[in-house]
Structure formats: structure tokens, C-alpha cells
């Protein structure tokens, strides 16, 4: 399983341009990203290759994030395959917080970022169903 930043910040211009140089300052490279905004704040979702000495740099820099497990599910780059990966979770009755979907770089293949409460359950039984977890 990867550790996910998820960093609250101010939803106003240029929040998001501070909190990358801040990253890229600490020669932090961000792998995976995404944003839910609200009137006010914002949550900024990432997967990057220093997750712990992220967290250090954005707390000293005054950010309230914290660390949470997520699977990280390699899929087929074809019409439906990400419907096929749910429907494989549903019929298990599995829950998801949330979900969002980057690239492997390495393979140029479609990943699929899963937050759940139940993430062991879900990665063994993924697995199980012959998925690739990265």
C-alpha cells in the first residue's frame, strides 16, 4: 500500500503554486494528484516518492495534512476495465472513500488510486482476483 498526503489548504490563487515550490524546494517529486475544493479550503490528495519527509516539510510550513494507506490498483488501458474493477469490489461488498485514477509512468498504464477503511481487506482480495498492486 502507498502512503497519500492529504494537505488542507487555502482555496484562493496561487495556493496550489506555494505548496508544489514548497515540494519541489525539498526535492519532493509528486507522483499522483488531486483536488476537492470547498468555498474556503481545499483538499489536495497525493501520492509522492517521500511521502514522510513531505509531511515534515508541509507541517514546519504551517499545513494540517496527514498520512493515509491507499491501494493502488494497475489496470487494463481498454474501454471498461475501471468498471470491471468496481463491479469486482461491489459484488464483495467492499466500500471505497474515494477514488481517482493516475498513470505508471514506468508502463504508461492506467493506475487506480482506493481509499478504504477496509484497504487490507481490499488489496488481498484484489489481489486474490489476480490484480496487480503496486
Do not use: W
Amino acid at each position: 500500500m502507498f502512503k497519500q498526503l492529504s494537505i488542507f489548504a487555502e482555496n484562493k490563487r496561487g495556493a496550489m503554486n506555494v505548496l508544489t515550490a514548497l515540494l519541489k524546494e525539498n526535492q519532493i517529486n509528486i507522483n499522483a494528484l488531486v483536488t476537492n475544493d470547498s468555498a474556503e479550503f481545499g483538499i489536495v490528495r497525493m501520492i509522492v516518492d517521500e511521502p514522510d519527509r513531505a509531511m515534515a516539510a508541509l507541517v514546519e510550513a504551517g499545513y494540517l495534512c496527514r498520512l493515509d494507506r491507499v491501494t493502488a490498483v494497475e489496470m487494463e488501458d481498454t474501454c471498461g476495465s475501471l468498471d470491471a474493477l468496481l463491479g469486482v469490489i461491489t459484488d464483495a461488498h467492499l466500500n471505497l472513500d474515494y477514488i481517482y485514477v493516475t498513470f505508471d509512468r514506468a508502463s504508461a498504464t492506467p493506475v487506480a488510486i482506493l481509499k478504504s477503511v477496509e484497504g487490507d481487506e481490499l488489496t488481498s482480495f484484489l489481489k486474490g482476483r489476480g490484480y496487480k498492486i503496486l
